[in-house]
């Protein structure tokens, strides 16, 4: 629980590298979380080149607080996934949401995210950029879309937790109602 409740998105990062070995741990756990059954339609394209990073950076919306975060962290990663897997039966979408990648995707996530934290470093889930833009940078392939990027580096600050809602504002018995 301690990961959980003390893990903060952080944008600010000290000029330290992510050794090999640790970024392996984080992708490893990503690894782990599940997914609909068990497709695991997740893909991480991890940047180091900065001249790559500054591109990505362009993409990103000059009224995203992350945005420097793209540039200043040691690693940027971002994460796709392949459509038509996740939830995708006989050439359809059975269920009413179509977008199980995204569920999948977001539980690959948070298991990175806490992992980092878990190892000392910090992330930060971004999500307001050109999509389709970052997905040329990349080079990815048909049939695949960028859900988010996520900075990752050694924090230069401790941010303190946001106010978190009470759980009988968000917990129903029975029914809603």
């Known amino acids: 629980m301690n990961i959980i409740r003390n893990r903060r998105s952080i944008r600010r990062y000290q000029e330290k590298n992510v050794p090999e070995d640790t ?7 990503a ?9 695991q339609c997740w893909h991480f394209v ?8 500054k591109e990505i950076q362009q993409a990103v919306s000059s009224r995203n607080p992350s945005s420097l975060a793209i540039v200043n962290a040691p690693v940027l990663l971002v994460v796709c996934g392949q459509l038509k897997k996740s939830g995708y039966y006989n050439d359809q979408y059975p ?3 179509d977008d199980w990648f995204m569920y999948d995707l977001g539980l690959a996530t948070q298991n ?7 190892s000392g470093l910090g992330t930060v889930i971004v999500g307001l950029f050109d ?7 990349v080079k990815l392939p048909p049939e695949h879309e960028v859900l988010v990027l996520i900075p990752l580096g050694y924090p230069d600050h401790e941010p303190s ?4 809602r009470e759980k009988q504002e968000f917990v129903h018995y029975d029914s809603f109602a």
């Open 161 to 164: 937790a946001p106010k978190r």
């Open 23 to 29: 970024l392996d741990k984080l992708l490893e756990a």
């Open 46 to 53: 991890v940047v180091r080149d900065q001249a790559k990073k």
């Open 31 to 39: 690894r782990w979380a599940p997914s609909w059954a068990n497709t």
């Open 112 to 118: 990175l995210c806490l992992a980092a934290h878990d």
């Open 131 to 137: 999509h389709d833009k970052v997905g040329e940078i």
């Open 95 to 97: 269920t009413k949401f």
